[in-house]
């Protein structure tokens, strides 16, 4: 069975930091991308950035709302994914999501299919 | 960036009745070297996380119900639903993953007349 786990959320206040886990099973890790994803209360999905696979050279994007405060890592080893948050604000309060975009064995981008139950980030004084 | 643009924001459909979802994107999100168009609908429920119904525009993922479908390409992509049951109602994302950033368009809340 396919799982994506998140966690790491919790309570931060603006200016802090946060690092969240995306652990993967049930399928080949190392081979997918893999793309963090933010929801806030009420509102529409937001894409946050992705990593590649190692055969794309763990490459990285974000969004321009993140870019310079968040990270994006991964572990083959351990099948987990990181997004590490700096320099928080109130406006990153949300429910992050991880997702698998699945890439075949051709380099072929699939589709985006498994995701995580997510994982609740509040920044807040 | 590729700016996703969803109409209409919500909609009110009869059981049984047919549901129409409208996705546009800024630029083409049509992959010329395998003819694909880099399109997705999701749906998401409240309190759970958004769940794949086609992906390629027009391909129905695994296991989801065949009267979901997709049409459309390069710029203006649909969702049908083409006899709404009451467990279909949700909001509806389009999502074009041609390039990043990746974007999702505003969503439509699909509820029972």
């Known amino acids: 069975e396919v799982q994506l786990v998140e966690s790491g959320g919790g309570l931060v206040q603006p200016g802090g930091s946060l690092k969240l886990s995306c652990a993967a099973s049930?399928?080949?890790?190392?081979?997918?991308?893999i793309h963090w994803v933010r929801q806030a209360s009420g509102k529409g999905l937001e894409w946050v950035g992705r990593?590649?696979?190692?055969?794309?050279?763990?490459?990285?994007a974000y969004a321009a709302s993140v870019t310079g405060r968040f990270t994006i890592s991964r572990d083959d080893s351990k099948n987990t994914a990181y997004v590490q948050m700096t320099s928080l604000k109130t406006e990153d309060t949300a429910v992050y999501y991880c997702?698998?975009?699945?890439?075949?064995?051709?380099?072929?981008?699939?589709?985006?299919?498994?995701w995580g139950l997510g994982t609740l980030v509040t920044v807040s004084s | 960036d590729i700016v996703m643009t969803q109409s209409p924001d919500s909609l009110a459909v009869s059981l049984g009745e047919r549901a129409t979802i409208n996705c546009k994107s800024s630029?083409?999100?049509?992959?010329?070297?395998?003819?694909?168009?880099?399109l997705a609908w999701y749906q998401q429920k409240p309190g759970q996380p958004p769940k794949l119904l086609i992906y390629?525009?027009?391909t129905r993922e695994s296991g989801v119900p065949d009267r979901f479908s997709g049409s459309g390409s390069g710029t203006d992509f649909t969702l049908t639903i083409s006899s709404l049951q009451a467990e279909d109602v949700a909001v509806y994302y389009c999502q074009q993953y041609y390039t990043t950033p990746l974007a999702f368009g505003g969503g439509t809340n699909v509820e029972i007349k």
């Open positions: 630029q083409s999100v049509l992959y010329r070297s395998n003819n694909k168009n880099y």
């Open positions: 049930g399928f080949t890790f190392s081979g997918s991308d």
């Open positions: 997702s698998r975009l699945y890439v075949d064995s051709f380099g072929v981008v699939i589709r985006p299919d498994y």
């Open positions: 990593i590649r696979s190692r055969a794309n050279n763990f490459a990285t």
């Open positions: 390629w525009a027009s």
